[in-house]
């Protein structure tokens, strides 16, 4: 898929459908759906957390939220649909979050994925992310999470 024509932008409640079903579908598969489009609403409009859409159109065809805190901030979490998979969408929702942190005086971004997850944790690592531990039972008691970080400055 060529996703050179895919805009990103800032997420709407109009969105959250569309996220919330993503996150059921391709992260939470197996677990129970946290991700709800209410929990999605509040997400976006809580002014702490920047929620972003790629979008083909009117198709949102990826996304991510992250939460910003005094220091550090936390993906929360990030999707592409798999036809959209491996053309660069995820890396450029990725430098859209690191330039949003490095505006904010972030120091770095958190992140966590299934360890069974061999792709997120390619992806991640592609993108400067580093391993720093894992958090057995993290997800729904039943699954080990790997927890990486994304220095922004250095030192950290």
């Known amino acids: 898929m060529v996703a050179k024509n895919v805009m990103i932008r800032l997420a709407t409640?109009?969105?959250?459908?569309?996220?919330?079903?993503?996150?059921?579908?391709?992260?939470e598969t197996g677990l129970p759906w946290?991700?709800?489009?209410?929990?999605?609403?509040?997400?976006?409009?809580?002014?702490?957390i920047s929620t972003v859409v790629a979008c083909d159109g009117e198709e949102v065809v990826g996304f991510a939220i992250m939460y910003f805190g005094d220091e550090d901030s936390h993906l929360n979490l990030i999707a592409i649909e798999p036809v959209y998979q491996r053309a660069g969408l995820g890396q450029r929702l990725i430098d859209w979050c690191k330039k949003?942190?490095?505006?904010?005086?972030?120091?770095?971004?958190?992140?966590?994925?299934?360890?069974?997850?061999?792709?997120?944790?390619?992806?991640?690592?592609?993108?400067?992310?580093?391993?720093r531990a894992l958090m057995p039972g993290y997800y729904s008691g039943v699954e080990t999470a790997v927890t990486m970080?994304?220095?922004?400055?250095?030192?950290?």
């Open 13 to 27: 409640p109009d969105d959250a459908f569309a996220i919330a079903s993503m996150s059921r579908d391709l992260i």
């Open 100 to 131: 949003s942190c490095l505006v904010a005086g972030i120091a770095r971004i958190d992140a966590e994925f299934r360890i069974t997850n061999r792709s997120a944790r390619a992806f991640y690592r592609k993108c400067g992310f580093r391993e």
């Open 149 to 156: 970080t994304l220095p922004l400055r250095p030192g950290v």
């Open 34 to 48: 946290t991700w709800t489009p209410e929990r999605v609403t509040r997400n976006i409009r809580n002014r702490n």
